[in-house]
């Protein structure tokens, strides 16, 4: 388990931008590929964005590819996802994730460590 705080959630206007970070306490963090969900209300939990252990493979689920991008700094133990040209259909709760693999996935079984969420509201 690897505890994990994220922040930076808000209420922003369509076509707005937010960025989100994912800050964990446990090292080594560098050996952990890492991941952003997303849980709108009614809905289940939505696979978002994921990076490998050094940053240079990352995958987007296609309803956000071209507009955000998942980053981070290992040197910080941090993660980011940048929100651009935001739609209300991007409400969610956004949650990051860790597993204990080098490989990104796109799974959420396939991780084991969870944030406790922060909220990302899109007017209209």
């Known amino acids: 388990q690897v505890p994990l705080v994220e922040s930076g959630g808000g209420l922003v206007q369509a076509g707005g931008s937010l960025r989100l970070s994912c800050a964990a306490s446990?090292?080594?963090?560098?050996?952990?590929?890492m991941g952003w969900f997303r849980q709108a209300p009614g809905k289940g939990r939505e696979f978002v964005a994921t990076?490998?252990?050094?940053?240079?493979?990352?995958y987007y689920a296609d309803s956000v590819k071209g507009r955000f991008t998942i980053s981070r700094d290992n040197a910080r133990s941090t993660m980011y996802l940048q929100m651009t040209s935001l739609r209300p259909e991007d409400t969610a709760v956004y949650y990051c994730?860790?597993?204990?693999?080098?490989?990104?996935?796109?799974?959420?079984?396939?991780?084991?460590?969870w944030g406790q969420g922060t909220q990302v509201t899109v007017s209209s």
């Open positions: 990076i490998n252990v050094n940053g240079a493979y990352t």
């Open positions: 446990t090292p080594p963090f560098s050996r952990y590929a």
């Open positions: 994730a860790a597993r204990s693999n080098t490989a990104p996935s796109t799974a959420l079984s396939d991780f084991g460590s």
